[in-house]
């Protein structure tokens, strides 16, 4: 008898930057080790949906992910406008931070944490 594994894949990757910066995030902040981190979308901001960034722990409805060794969440609803985004960490003179590259997005705001589809 075999039993059948259905394996997720993720829909956002982390680039380098965004990995050693959530990991150091982590370790700042000595969270156990049931957080992971939340990415998803909230309604709000001046392109009407903002992006959700932050460790939490697992709600029901969540899609669990290991990426890159980041145990990351979102709930299931959020992959259809995440599918294939990708999450950098700049940390220039002329900007900080996190940013979203994310192909589903019909239009942004100038601070990059806002979107519309």
Not at 56 to 75: A, L, R, W
């Amino acid at each position: 008898m075999s039993a059948i594994v259905e394996t997720l894949t993720a829909p956002v990757t982390f680039t380098e930057g965004a990995v050693k910066e959530l990991f150091k995030l982590k370790d700042q902040q000595e969270l156990s080790d049931d957080f992971g981190l939340r990415v998803g979308v909230e309604g709000g901001g001046c392109s009407g949906m903002n992006y959700v960034l932050g460790f939490d722990q697992k709600k029901d409805g969540d899609q669990e992910f290991m990426i890159d060794g980041i145990k990351t969440y979102m709930h299931k609803a959020h992959g259809l406008y995440l599918a294939g985004m990708q999450i950098d960490f700049q940390d220039g003179l002329n900007a900080r931070g996190f940013t979203f590259n994310n192909p589903n997005a019909a239009s942004t705001c100038g601070c990059g944490t806002s979107f519309s589809v």
